[in-house]
């Protein structure tokens, strides 16, 4: 085999091999910054595992169905102008006690699965649901 034809062997194999790389970098490129940062949705429940979140505004609880694992701790702020609770429907399961305005409470989930109906004992008509995994 003659030296020039040795040398546009390599030649074309090397121009493959660049080809190929920057394939692939353009894919990998174009995937990772073409990607939007994931936040989490806005929604009417909270899923977590250590624990959740419950907002009282305008006489509502934020999430009004609230999702957690047995055991988790669950913070419930009132950022209304009148005192709240969270009190659970039955078995007194958790209760927060009585929320001043602008103040947090925290309770256990229980340490059963099920669905746990709850309420404000002021304000009867505010209900939700703890949903313990």
Do not use: W
């Not at 999702?67 to 209304?80: F, H, I, L, P, S």
């Amino acid at each position: 085999m003659s030296l020039t034809r040795s040398r546009r062997i390599r030649n074309r194999t090397r121009g493959a091999a660049v080809g190929a790389a920057c394939a692939l970098l353009a894919i990998v490129g174009a995937t990772s910054t073409s990607a939007a940062p994931l936040s989490p949705p806005a929604s009417t429940s909270t899923v977590t595992i250590e624990g959740a979140e419950v907002r009282i505004q305008g006489f509502k609880f934020l999430p009004s169905e609230v999702k957690v694992r047995a055991g988790a701790t669950v913070t419930v702020m009132n950022e209304d102008s009148a005192p709240h609770t969270l009190t659970a429907t039955e078995d007194y399961a958790f209760d927060t006690s009585t929320i001043e305005s602008g103040a947090s409470a925290t309770f256990t989930a229980p340490s059963k699965p099920g669905s746990y109906p709850f309420f404000c004992s002021f304000h009867p008509q505010m209900k939700g649901t703890l949903i313990v995994s």
